[in-house]
């Protein structure tokens, strides 16, 4: 088992920057890849970032592309979010996940991943 905790959320101002941290627990951390979801009220769990095992890979959804960054540091198993230029369409409770780096499927289907933490909100007012 992977259990997956996210920190980092809160509010902040349009514009404004956040940077959320997962911290992992209970399996190899670099035996899995990440990502890092979001899903704001009235709609479904959507894809913003994800990192290869190693960290040399990355993705991104449209949205978050120039403003997002993800990254991971295997040596504290922690995945993290860089927030920047946050606009008012970014609010959404963001969720951590982790899946093994043999899962076929690509990194933006949700249903590929086995392990999420329990979500960090973030709130972005104008």
């Known amino acids: 088992q992977v259990q997956l905790v996210e920190s980092g959320g809160g509010l902040v101002q349009v514009g404004g920057s956040l940077r959320l941290s997962c911290a992992a627990s209970?399996?190899?951390?670099?035996?899995?890849?990440m990502g890092w979801f979001r899903q704001a009220p009235g709609k479904e769990r959507e894809f913003v970032a994800g990192?290869?095992?190693?960290?040399?890979?990355?993705y991104y959804a449209d949205s978050a592309k120039g403003r997002f960054t993800i990254s991971r540091d295997n040596t504290k198993n922690t995945v993290y979010l860089q927030m920047n230029s946050l606009k008012p369409e970014d609010m959404a409770v963001y969720y951590c996940a982790a899946r093994h780096i043999l899962t076929i499927g690509a990194m933006i289907e949700a249903g590929s991943y086995g392990y999420w933490g329990q979500g960090t909100q973030v709130t972005v007012s104008s």
């Open positions: 990192i290869r095992w190693s960290g040399g890979v990355t």
């Open positions: 209970g399996r190899t951390f670099s035996n899995y890849d």
